[in-house]
């Protein structure tokens, strides 16, 4: 989705709502090598709806990932999703970009429920407009400075700088171009499915055609075998890891239920989009995410929707040595790290 010069180079950060996770890449000759990574879990109250509700707690948690892996850039690029960002695809007159630029707040007006001072902005220009050659596509982005606010907060106390930030969709977009291999037909859905947020990005020739966030993700699985089975937070976060491990028949129902939830969410919104779509309907589904893992999804996704389903492997191309990072424990967090790979392949000053 961006195209890059050499620029300073950034750590991604993804700050999520079950863990932290980091990856420092380093550009070489096109292609990009694995120079850091690193995972940090955070109790279930340190952010609630996307809002930082114990930043001493996550500062704390930022410097000790960065000072274990001793990382020495200071630049951060990192992501929102869900409620704290809106995304929307707009028709305007065709223009140049430095014409939208000024015109830009007074058509976001129309289409962000808040106070224009009270957000930023950026957009994007897709396409023509199949329709009206005189008119483009615009993707336009906003989220509350309040919450940009708190992540510049969040990176100062934490000794660093916050100097990209970005969306969770376009980050796995990002990570998706970077090491999957398509053609310009193909019209994919990619599927971020993480512990509080499902973000949905359907994508044809690197243009965002459909995107939506959806409030459910793998905390479900945790709150719905805690509240079946009568276990403890912590006992059924335990159970929920070990799940593919277990033939607890009762555990199995639970996650199938779950399971069934996410699938009817995720259809929801594909239907909605090939019923404006024309020709251009979904092909493949790609999914990411920790809850990506969970036990029979994939599966049933495939079978409820009729589309193959295929796991993002953000490490598909990476270069990286084996002496430092072991490739099954690669293999294994792969699902976790597709919006952190997408951000680390940013730069400093990147749009």
């Known amino acids: 989705m961006f195209l890059f010069k050499k620029k300073k180079e950034v ?9 932290i996770k980091l ?4 550009e070489t000759k096109g292609s990009y090598q694995l120079q850091n990574i690193g995972i940090v879990p955070l109790p279930p109250e340190a952010i609630v709806d996307n809002t930082l509700m114990d930043s001493s707690l996550i500062v704390t948690a930022v410097k ?4 274990s892996l001793g990382i020495k850039v200071k630049d951060v690029a990192c ?35 808040f106070d224009i001072n009270d957000v930023n902005m950026d957009f994007q220009i897709l396409s023509p407009d199949n329709i009206d050659p005189s008119k483009m596509n615009v993707l336009l982005v906003a989220s509350k400075k309040d919450i940009i606010n708190d992540y510049v907060s969040l990176f ?13 969709s376009f980050a796995v977009q990002n990570t ?8 310009p037909d193909d019209v994919l859905a990619l599927v971020n499915i993480g512990a509080s947020v499902m973000n949905i990005n359907v994508i044809k020739d690197c243009i965002t055609l459909f995107t939506r966030d959806v409030q459910i993700g793998g905390n479900l699985y945790t709150e719905e075998i805690q509240k079946q089975l009568g276990l403890s937070g912590t006992e059924a976060e335990q159970m929920k890891l070990l799940a593919h491990e277990t033939n607890n028949h009762a555990l199995i129902e ?22 404006t779509a024309n020709d251009d309907r979904i092909s493949k589904i790609f999914l990411s995410g920790g809850a990506s893992k969970g036990l029979n999804l994939a599966e ?7 589309l193959p389903v295929e796991t993002i492997n953000p490490f598909a191309k990476l270069k990286y040595s084996e002496k430092d990072f072991d490739p099954e424990y690669l293999q294994e967090i792969a699902p976790l790290m597709a919006v952190t790979v997408g951000l680390a392949i940013r730069r400093v000053g990147d749009k």
């Open 156 to 168: 100062n106390e934490a000794g660093m700088h916050l100097s990209v930030i970005d969306v969770d």
């Open 176 to 183: 998706f171009e970077m090491n999957h291999d398509t053609t």
């Open 300 to 306: 049933l996704i495939g079978d409820k929707i009729g």
């Open 23 to 26: 990856v420092q890449l380093k």
């Open 79 to 113: 992501s929102i999703s869900g409620n704290s960002v809106i995304i929307r695809k707009i028709v305007l007159p065709v223009m140049p970009a430095e014409e939208l630029e000024d015109q830009i707040t007074w058509e976001a007006e129309q289409y962000i429920p």
């Open 64 to 67: 000790n990932l960065v000072g």
């Open 11 to 19: 750590v991604g950060v993804d700050v999520g709502s079950s863990s």
């Open 254 to 275: 639970v996650l199938n239920k779950v399971n069934e939830n996410i699938t009817q969410e995720i259809r929801r919104s594909l239907d909605f989009y090939n019923s």
